[in-house]
């Protein structure tokens, strides 16, 4: 997905341990999932296809 900086002034995302300084306009793509692109903050804005969670397997009791 595309994260775009839609503020006035430059600000710091923080994704995934990393850290990243946008400058108003810019962007930056990211792999993230739709939960994750509806928790980016103010003044960042999301947009393009999540990609899928992964699958989270159940252990199955003997």
């Known amino acids: 997905m595309r994260i775009t900086n839609i503020g006035r002034e430059a600000h710091k995302l923080s994704?995934?341990?990393q850290e990243y300084l946008l400058a108003p306009?810019?962007?930056i793509e990211?792999?993230?999932t739709k939960a994750e692109a509806s928790a980016i903050p103010v003044p960042f804005e999301a947009t393009g296809t999540p990609i899928k969670a992964p699958k989270i397997e159940v252990e199955k009791k003997a």
Do not use: E, R, S, T
Request: proline share 0%.
């Open 15 to 17: 994704q995934n341990g």
């Open 25 to 27: 306009g810019n962007f």
């Open 30 to 32: 990211l792999d993230l």
